[in-house]
């Protein structure tokens, strides 16, 4: 069965660091790009960051950038979100999500249940 | 980056009743869009991707059409299981794959 699997949320303090993963199983991760996506309590989707299937390139949300950094690793298939500088606004669901194609600006066809992230003194 | 600009962001409507949902980009995206599915506590279900192609297992209800920037979701019959929100997205500009701000459909 094609499926993912986040882990890593939790509660943490402003200004905190946490790290989540997401580890993907019944498909080639390697050949996957692979992308976050939040959403924050009660509002919509928030497209967070992306990589591409061998880690060479990675793109963030403004709101993000420089505080997450997203990486890989291909032989433990698992994907990862390391977040620091936490802030209120980031207290979110995260989800991991591989598009339906090796191409990477794919619709995606497979999501993660989410790890929900709460950002809080 | 793409803005997409769903209308309306929420609707009340009956079972059977037939419903669209509008999602307008702020330049050409093609066909590259995506419909989705969300329902409270859940991960986003994949509808329909290129605009109007269903993906395996929706319902043939499910339909999209447009391209370039005006899009819609049509659902022909709604069903009870429909009562969700919707998002559009748009995969021709990457990044970022920019969403839509969704549309609730609720039971009137």
């Known amino acids: 069965e094609v499926q993912l699997v986040e882990s890593g949320g939790g509660l943490v303090q402003p200004g905190g660091s946490l790290r989540l993963s997401c580890a993907a199983s019944?498909?080639?991760?390697?050949?996957?790009?692979m992308h976050w996506v939040r959403q924050a309590p009660g509002k919509g989707l928030e497209y967070v960051s992306a990589?591409?299937?061998?880690?060479?390139?990675?793109y963030y949300a403004n709101s993000v950038k420089g505080r997450f950094t997203i990486s890989r690793d291909n032989s433990k298939n698992t994907l990862y979100l390391q977040m620091g500088s936490l802030r209120a606004e980031d207290m979110a669901v995260y989800y991991c999500?591989?598009?339906?194609?090796?191409?990477?600006?794919?619709?995606?066809?497979?999501w993660g249940q989410g790890t929900m992230v709460t950002v809080s003194s | 980056d793409i803005q997409l600009t769903q209308s309306p962001s929420f609707l009340s409507a009956s079972v059977g009743d037939r419903v669209t949902i509008t999602c307008r980009a702020s330049?050409?995206?093609?066909?590259?869009l995506a419909w989705y599915q969300q329902k409270p506590g859940k991960a986003p279900k994949l509808l329909i991707y290129?605009?109007?192609t269903l993906q395996s297992g929706v319902p043939s209800r499910f339909s999209g059409s447009g391209s370039g920037t005006e899009f819609t979701l049509t659902i022909s019959s709604l069903q009870p299981e429909d009562f969700a929100t919707y998002y559009c997205?748009?995969?021709?500009?990457?990044?970022?794959?920019?969403f839509g701000g969704g549309t609730k459909v609720e039971i009137k």
């Open positions: 019944g498909f080639t991760f390697s050949s996957y790009a």
């Open positions: 997205q748009q995969l021709n500009s990457y990044p970022p794959l920019t």
């Open positions: 290129a605009a109007s």
């Open positions: 990589i591409s299937s061998n880690g060479g390139s990675t």
């Open positions: 330049q050409g995206i093609s066909s590259y």
């Open positions: 999500a591989r598009p339906r194609g090796v191409r990477g600006t794919d619709a995606f066809d497979i």
